[in-house]
């Protein structure tokens, strides 16, 4: 006994029929997001769908449309794929303040290795996020529960937005990390008060110190990362950096493939 299951749009014994186009599945009707398509369609499975931007456009976006563990149920629109090892969304790249697209190509697929900034950075808004870092075979993924117009909305200006996970949520992320005990500074925009640029900061993730203030931070976990004190490296844009002094697992150079999903 066989069981046949026809392509998105297709219907019929052999697949011969096709149906009217539902949200999201022809670029004459864009879905608002991820969601819109699942919520339209809930046999709707992971892939690329034609997802309504600013301005009128129309972009051909990953939707993940299963549970992610860590995150929750289905319908999470791609918006970024992060690669540790590259400085192309390092924390100073000008893509986290423009509304510039990024390997759009990349961004029809799932969790793969090639980076991508899609629309969706600028054109959808949510009340959650899902951040997932993958080191080896293993991805590890946390939710962020955050109402916003956009996540250029969040970045874009430079201004600090705190979250409230904890040091151990953040750690998470990937086995092994490490961070100093101390500051422990997390959110959006993550940086020292004092601006020191050799100091750790990060878009998104949290900066950790081996002294009670946030001067001097040695260490971090987060996406769009950088600094070099202590002998962290600031080539790491996405995973784990901490010195040997006072981390509570050692010294830790990690670089991760990190996403960005949002609903």
Not at 112 to 135: A, D
Not at 245 to 254: L, V
């Amino acid at each position: 006994t066989y069981l046949c299951v026809c392509s998105p749009g297709f219907t019929g014994d052999k697949c011969e029929s096709a149906e009217a186009a539902s949200k999201g599945y022809d670029p004459e009707n864009p879905a608002i997001s991820c969601e819109d398509v699942l919520l339209n369609r809930p046999e709707s499975r992971s892939g690329a769908y034609y997802l309504k931007t600013e301005k009128g456009g129309v972009a051909h976006t990953y939707c993940h449309m299963d549970v992610i563990p860590g995150c929750g149920g289905g319908g999470w629109t791609l918006v970024m794929k992060i690669d540790g090892n590259k400085d192309t969304f390092s924390y100073h790249s000008n893509y986290w303040s423009n509304k510039n697209a990024f390997g759009e190509i990349s961004g029809t697929a799932g969790f793969n290795h090639e980076e991508t900034k899609m629309p969706s950075y600028w054109s959808n808004n949510f009340t959650q996020i899902c951040l997932g870092m993958r080191v080896g075979n293993v991805t590890e993924w946390l939710v962020i529960n955050k109402q916003a117009s956009s996540l250029h909305s969040l970045v874009a200006d430079n201004n600090y937005k705190p979250t409230s996970l904890g040091r151990d949520k953040w750690k998470s992320l990937i086995d092994e990390s490490s961070l100093q005990l101390k500051c422990n500074k997390e959110g959006f925009n993550v940086k020292c008060p004092t601006a020191r640029d050799h100091s750790a900061f990060t878009r998104i993730g949290i900066i950790s110190n081996n002294e009670e203030h946030c001067n001097s931070c040695d260490s971090r976990i987060g996406i769009g990362s950088g600094g070099t004190r202590g002998g962290m490296d600031g080539t790491n844009s996405c995973g784990n950096e901490a010195i040997a002094f006072k981390s509570d697992n050692g010294e830790k150079h990690i670089k991760a493939n990190c996403y960005i999903l949002i609903k």
